[in-house]
């Protein structure tokens, strides 16, 4: 695991909120100059602690919409199962997120359609392709009340952020 310091954990934190911001603004914001930041980022960048950079689109202003959550149970619990599932939900550009979650229950999937009509032809489109879903629950969601790109850094690293830079600044 890479080790980061506190300069480290600030750069993910400032990009975690403004990820469009130049790297000579972030090394000020972060009270570092400009070749020393690119490295660490560059460092960050090639560890992949960042994977990747993106607008945070609010569709609310874009288009009408829905947004739902989807637990899914399978009846066969069998690897071939689970792998076939997740290669149809890797394809479904109306899936934006899914998770394998544990307790009782095998998915969680975050599906955004056009309206409830459409979402529900989605799920009978999966129904239809036979992969052993014995079971979903819908969750429609009637108002975000709170949503952040930015993980809580401060708490997931207390206690992991190294001491000691080397040579160069950077752990």
């Avoid at 307790?103 to 799920?123: E, N, P």
């Avoid at 239809?128 to 009637?142: G, K, M, P």
Wanted: proline residues 4%.
């Amino acid at each position: 695991m890479l080790k980061l310091d506190k300069r480290d954990l600030e750069i993910l934190n400032v990009l975690a909120r403004e990820g469009r911001i130049s790297k000579a603004d972030l090394a000020k914001r972060i009270n570092l100059s400009p070749s020393p930041c690119w490295k660490r980022l560059e460092r960050l960048e090639k560890a992949g602690v960042i994977q990747g950079y993106s607008a945070d689109i609010s569709l609310r202003n874009l288009a009408p919409h829905v947004t739902v959550f989807v637990t899914i149970e399978l009846e066969h619990h069998r690897a071939e199962y689970f792998q076939k599932f997740e290669r149809v939900i890797r394809d479904c550009d109306e899936v934006v997120s899914c998770w394998a979650i544990g307790g009782g229950l095998d998915y969680l999937l975050q599906i955004v359609a056009r309206d409830i009509d459409t979402y529900q032809r989605f799920i009978d489109g999966l129904l239809d392709r036979e992969l052993s879903v014995v079971r979903y629950f819908t969750y429609v969601v009637t108002k975000p009340v709170k949503q952040s790109a930015a993980p809580p850094l401060e708490n997931l690293m207390a206690g992991f952020l190294g001491t000691e830079p080397d040579e160069d600044g950077m752990d």
